[in-house]
């Protein structure tokens, strides 16, 4: 089980934000390279960006920060980075920047063709991030519910060739009320391809949790608020989890 700090971007300082509103952010560092320092030090193995204003924008915003995150990580660790991407020229200057995944959410949903399309040209790169409230899909930096159902669309994506799907519960994320293990599990058994929970990871029981499941397909889990308030030490959640599943 991957534990993966996540190192959300606004205005190009690390915030945390409460079931996705910009206007209720929580700043937790005014530097992101020295952000990414600090979880690599921890012991992550993966780290998990996302250009908030970029989400909105519909566009990248926060590259100056990216870039100095990537100088810092180097080679270390690879990087999955999400927001604002939609279309294949900065897909590529992303990669080329060095990050490793690309994370397209709202896109896919809007313009399924653009996703597959970034499959063909990007194989290995691109992941899909589904966000969404009782089994509805939501876009627009969660701010449309849209009417199709969580299961149906990981399905014609995982077609796609996607490398895997970050499902993230949005009435939990930010909220500390534990992840939604059973929705993340029924998605991760539709699908062959690696599930990354995400949305309401609060502390070690959560780890359990998710580490019992794991051979149902779910690979990972975002961190956000639980490890900036204190709420899950990182490095003891990850110990946790190698224990509990003998790595």
């Not at 534990?3 to 945390?16: N, Y």
């Not at 915003?61 to 990537?70: Q, T």
């Not at 449309?144 to 994506?157: I, M, N, Q, S, Y």
């Not at 058994?189 to 990354?196: D, F, H, K, R, Y």
Request: hydrophobic share 45%; glycine share 12%.
């Amino acid at each position: 089980m991957l534990l993966i700090p996540a190192i959300d971007l606004k205005d190009g300082q690390c915030v945390r934000l409460e079931q996705g509103d910009m206007n209720a952010s929580t700043t937790f560092g005014l530097d992101p390279a020295a952000m990414a320092r600090r979880w690599i030090d921890a012991g992550a193995r993966r780290l998990h960006l996302v250009d908030l204003n970029g989400a909105f924008a519909g566009k990248p915003v926060n590259e100056a920060a990216i870039k100095a995150i990537l100088a810092e990580v180097g080679d270390e660790i690879p990087v999955q980075l999400g927001g604002g991407i939609r279309d294949l020229d900065t897909i590529e200057r992303y990669l080329d920047d060095g990050i490793s995944y690309v994370i397209i959410g709202t896109a896919a949903v809007k313009n399924p063709g653009f996703l597959r399309d970034a499959c063909t040209a990007f194989g290995g790169h691109i992941i899909v991030g589904l966000d969404a409230k009782d089994g509805k899909v939501a876009t627009d930096g969660w701010s449309k519910l849209t009417g199709h159902e969580v299961v149906d669309l990981a399905r014609k994506f995982e077609d796609y060739g996607v490398e895997g799907v970050i499902y993230t519960d949005i009435g939990r994320d930010g909220m500390l009320t534990g992840i939604n293990i059973d929705a993340t599990v029924k998605l991760a058994q539709a699908l062959s391809i690696p599930v990354i929970a995400s949305g309401g990871l609060s502390n070690l029981k959560d780890i359990e949790a998710l580490c019992a499941v794991e051979r149902e397909g779910v690979e990972g889990v975002i961190c956000g608020r639980s490890i900036y308030t204190g709420a899950l030490d990182f490095a003891a959640g990850q110990a946790l989890a190698d224990e509990l599943n003998g790595a």
